[in-house]
């Protein structure tokens, strides 16, 4: 009778943790088709369902925490997406073994708000954290690290200042792997 529990207790955990990813992939499609209040219920779902499985004070939580930001920033709801990136912050913080993998991620969803909010400065100090980060998780050629100096290329290129965005640019265009640079590639030899 304990086996047929755990069985059970095995299977329900498998079907909420599907959920939570159907629930956080179908939530993400929407914010990069540029549906954010359409993501925003989607993503909610994702965070319930991951507090559900993974208790409130996991890291694993995080990711739900950061793309409903996202789709709550999209949307125009800054205070709300204020929130929830203090929840991820704070889930982060409070893990001092946290890997880079997932820090990188926050400074770019706090650069990026920084951004939406007009705070440029603010805004490169968190992305010149991503691309720290993601730099020591992943390598300086990395596509997550090219990803944060697009965004940093944007932040200058809202300040006027061209010849530090273009040079970020062209560091984005070097990196093999990044859907930017296949499609420079392909238009430059096509």
Known sequence: R???AKAEKTKRGLQEKHIIDVAYSTAQELVWAGKHEEA??????ALRFSIEVYGPDSLQL???????????????HLPEASKYLSQAEWLILRAPDCSAAVQYKLHRSLGLFCAAKGDLERALYHLANDVYLA??????KS??????????????LRQN???????????????KSHPLALSLSSLCFS
């Open 62 to 76: 995080v990711p739900a925490y950061l793309l409903l930001a996202e789709a709550s920033a999209g949307a125009g």
């Open 143 to 156: 596509i997550e690290a090219s990803g944060g100096y697009f965004h940093m290329a944007d932040v200058f």
């Open 161 to 175: 200042k061209l010849d530090i965005a273009n040079s970020l640019y062209a560091e984005v265009g070097n990196t």
């Open 40 to 45: 925003r219920p989607a993503a909610l779902h």
């Open 2 to 4: 304990s086996d047929a």
């Open 135 to 140: 730099s020591s998780a992943f390598g300086l």
